[in-house]
């Protein structure tokens, strides 16, 4: 044991071992090289060290007192392998290659900074073991830092610089209030990095769940995390009401990628979730939760998978990409913003409490009950709602350049704007006030079903162009508006082009207007064929040169033979067998005819249509402006009266049969 109030010691090297002790008050050691094996150096107060050629503390402790302790071994390796280094205040290291394992390094304030080397610091998770700075730790200019079954710790901050990779393999990471990672690599497997607030910076981060323990990121009030590469796969909670143990957590989240892999994983936000992902999220049965609200966004090319996956939060989810390959389950109590550049298949639909706003720049087809809690808002290139799809809501708005439905779109509020809207066959459109907006409006028929555009209230028409046909049916249990355009208020307005109801229904409890140019309600069906309704045989007498004939079974009409002897003057008188015919008035003549023949009758005959007439019926009144109607065959019914105004007029017409008679025979 060596000891003194003060030294300044300068040597051409240091061998302490085999339990000696060199202490002082304070201590300036100035050594090519420091060996201190199993020994101890120590100050009271401050301690410097300067090594050239390196310091061995293998199982040695070189430690201040009470103040403070700084070592520099001018980039040379600095052995500290089941060693100590400590100091109650500062304790700074500049060195080469720096090796922990099993050892200590701590102070309250702690920096290291290796110069481009390697920090080794596996093995240090048993107790007083590892590397600590009790108010601030700070690992800087390191080419990479091994800590595998390794310990990291400040109780307030923690910063982590290194050039390549950071391995925590089973490491902590750990700080109790602030921590700062920056590498070009983070092996994180098993591992734990966690804070209060959280910022990890890396080219690539590999958070894959190797084990049920580790795989942890976590800012229990703030986590940012900037990757190029992220992988959080296999770190989902294992059921749904288990609080998850692994994965990405956070209180508030801000996450930027080029690709995000979550495979079986699970990202877990207390607050505010913001995720900027620019090139692939796959979230295959993974899990994105929030409490509060969602944003993933992009800069124009994401890649959304969420195939069996869970995207959810409480009150918001924005959501943006290029393309949303499978949807998944995406669900909030609030509202949901999703906006697409590609087209879009919806065969799992969006659970939403209040309000969504879905837009894509292609094409949007709906498969699914899509029951939206408050308000629907749908816009793309083209909306398809297939004989299975539902699109439901308070208020339903559909914005496309063409809407083609073959399902059911329903809503109090209901709004079709389209420059071309097609209802075929199954198809349901239904509204308390429902209302639509087009250049053309086709509502017919398909495989048998008639397609039908009704509202419980108010049916507005906004549309140049309306062809209802086939069965098919316009109604409103309030009243009926037609016209080109649809005002602020959704109402229609304006001087439409033309309406043709073809073997289709119009009909309203209330009034029906038209502000239409031209009216057909027309029987397009209408086929007409010759039918034979009567043949019968007649056999008739005519008497003399009088019109007049006679049945054969006429009463008193009898035939009378005349005596072949009889010696009357006339054209007969010769005749033998002469037979007169008697009316029944006794009048009786030689010259009669009998006339025996075939009397048919053939009539036009209206061949039964798959759909009936046209009809447009009100149970209050129709009004016709600057109308042009035309009623063929067909029926125009209105409870208190039909007027035209500012130049309207109808014609009706009906098709009239024909009736022919044949006559045939002698």
């Known amino acids: 044991m060596i000891t003194a109030g003060k030294a300044t010691l300068a040597l051409s090297g240091l061998n302490s071992s085999q339990h000696s002790e060199i202490s002082a008050s304070e201590i300036t050691l100035n050594a090519d090289k420091v060996i201190n094996q199993n020994s101890r150096l120590q100050a009271n107060k401050v301690f410097t060290l300067n090594a050239k050629q390196g310091i061995i503390n293998h199982n040695g402790i070189i430690a201040s007192k009470t103040d403070s302790l700084s070592i520099n071994t001018h980039q040379t390796k600095l052995d500290n392998a089941n060693g100590t280094l400590f100091a109650p205040r500062a304790l700074t290291i500049q060195s080469g290659e720096l090796d922990n394992r099993a050892g200590l390094i701590s102070a309250k304030q702690t920096e290291i900074n290796t110069q481009q080397h390697q920090i080794d610091n596996r093995n240090t998770q048993a107790e007083n073991k590892g590397i600590i700075g009790v108010d601030k730790l700070s690992l800087n200019n390191l080419s990479s830092l091994n800590n595998e079954q390794g310990f990291i710790h400040s109780n307030k901050q923690l910063d982590v610089s290194v050039a390549s990779n950071i391995n925590n393999p089973q490491g902590i990471l750990n700080s109790n209030e602030g921590l700062t990672l920056n590498a070009a690599q983070i092996d994180n497997k098993a591992g734990s990095i966690t804070a209060k607030t959280a910022e990890v910076n890396a080219k690539s981060i590999d958070n894959n769940a190797v084990s049920e323990v580790g795989s942890l990121i976590l800012g229990t009030t703030q986590l940012v995390l900037n990757a190029e590469q992220l992988n959080n796969q296999n770190t989902k909670r294992k059921t749904a009401d288990k609080a998850p143990t692994q994965g990405i957590q956070a209180g508030e989240l801000v996450l930027n990628a080029n690709t995000l892999s979550n495979q079986q994983g699970g990202i877990y936000v207390a607050d505010l979730a913001t995720m900027t992902v620019n090139q692939t999220l796959n979230n295959q049965n993974g899990e994105v939760l929030s409490d509060n609200g969602l944003t993933i966004k992009d800069n124009g090319n994401l890649s959304l998978n969420n195939q069996d996956g869970l995207i959810q939060a409480k009150n918001q989810v924005h959501l943006t990409a290029k393309t949303l390959e499978q949807e998944g389950s995406i669900k909030t109590q609030g509202d949901l913003t999703i906006r697409l550049k590609e087209s879009f298949t919806l065969n799992n639909a969006f659970e939403v409490g209040n309000d969504l706003d879905f837009s894509t720049q292609g094409d949007f087809t709906n498969n699914v009950a899509l029951l939206i809690g408050n308000r629907a808002t749908l816009s793309a290139n083209q909306i398809i709602n297939t004989a299975s799809g539902e699109i ?275």
């Open 392 to 666: 439901s809501s308070k208020n339903s708005k559909l914005t496309a350049n063409e809407i083609t439905n073959r399902g059911l779109i329903d809503g109090e509020q209901t709004l079709l704007n389209a420059t071309q809207i097609n209802n075929i066959g199954s198809g349901r459109i239904y509204g308390d006030h429902l209302a639509l907006g087009s250049n053309q409006l086709i509502n017919r028929e398909e495989n048998g079903s008639s397609a039908t555009i009704a509202a419980r209230k108010r049916l507005d028409f906004g549309v140049n162009k309306i062809i209802n046909s086939n069965g098919s049916t316009m109604m409103s249990l309030g009243t009926i508006h037609f016209g080109k355009t649809l005002d602020e208020n959704h109402q229609a307005v304006g001087l439409a082009d033309s309406v043709q109801n073809h073997n289709a229904v119009i009909e309203a409890l209330g009034r029906i207007s038209f502000n239409v140019k031209g009216v057909e309600n027309q029987h397009k069906l209408l086929k007409l064929e010759m039918q034979e309704t009567s043949r019968i045989p007649i056999f008739e007498y005519s008497f003399g040169n009088e019109p007049q004939r006679y049945a054969k079974d006429t009463e008193g009409l009898t035939k009378i033979k005349r005596d072949n002897d009889s010696s009357r003057w006339g054209t007969n008188r010769n005749i033998k067998n002469l037979y007169a015919l008697r009316l029944p008035d006794g009048r009786e003549s030689e010259e009669w005819r009998e006339y025996d023949y075939i009397r048919t009758i053939n009539e036009s005959m209206i061949i039964p249509a798959v759909y009936d007439e046209a009809k447009i019926i009100s149970g209050d009144k129709i009004d016709f402006y600057s109308s042009d109607v035309k009623n063929a065959d067909s029926k125009i019914i209105a409870n208190t009266g039909i007027e035209y105004h500012q130049g309207a007029k109808i014609d009706n017409n009906s098709t009239l049969g024909v009736l022919i008679t044949t006559e045939k025979g002698k």
